[in-house]
């Protein structure tokens, strides 16, 4: 609900005012990129996108890749909803970059799992369906069973555009039998 986020961004408005009392950037630069999601949860992405551009800012100052990898990924998703295609698949690229360089596997397949979802809606089917394959592979890989559900049904999406209904079932039949395992609807 409503009071629940108003809630939620008065807490993260206290917490960023300690870290900054006590020059804790790290904790600073994690709180606005909270205060960010709250703000995008409300859809008032402009705000959303100035917390998170103090974000990323703070975490190149201090030199917090995951912090920074983090932000740019969270700026691609303000993008990405707002419709700006061009500047959701710059920072989405930047995240993935920052997250090999570091070994966040976790990072870079939701990174990629976003960068397809962006070419999906451009209506590019076959790169998308080589980020969604990629995410796939990162995520079968590091175990993250939930995140392989969506990249299995993003690839169904692709392959029902391109006309391929033997990879749509067996892709969607994968998909299925993780979802019931683990419970999802």
Do not use: M, W
Not at 6 to 26: E, P, W
Not at 94 to 110: K, N, V
Not at 145 to 155: D, E, G, P, S, W
């Amino acid at each position: 609900s409503l009071g629940e986020y108003d809630k939620g961004i008065k807490y993260h408005q206290q917490s960023l005012q300690i870290a900054r009392q006590i020059g804790n950037r790290s904790e600073e630069g994690g709180t606005l990129g909270n205060l960010g999601n709250a703000y995008f949860s409300l859809g008032e992405y402009d705000k959303g996108i100035k917390y998170h551009q103090q974000s990323l800012q703070i975490a190149r100052q201090i030199g917090n890749l995951y912090g920074e990898s983090n932000a740019l990924g969270n700026l691609g998703n303000a993008y990405f909803s707002l419709g700006e295609y061009d500047k959701a698949i710059e920072y989405y690229q930047q995240s993935l970059q920052i997250a090999r360089e570091i070994g966040d596997r976790s990072s870079g397949g939701i990174a990629l799992k976003n960068l397809g979802n962006v070419f999906f809606k451009l209506e590019k089917y076959v790169e998308s369906l080589k980020y969604s394959q990629a995410a796939l592979e990162i995520f079968q890989q590091i175990g993250e069973r939930y995140y392989q559900v969506i990249a299995l049904k993003n690839i169904v999406k692709n392959y029902k555009h391109l006309g391929n209904l033997d990879a749509v079932r067996h892709y969607y039949s994968e998909a299925l039998a993780i979802s019931i395992e683990l419970g999802i609807p």
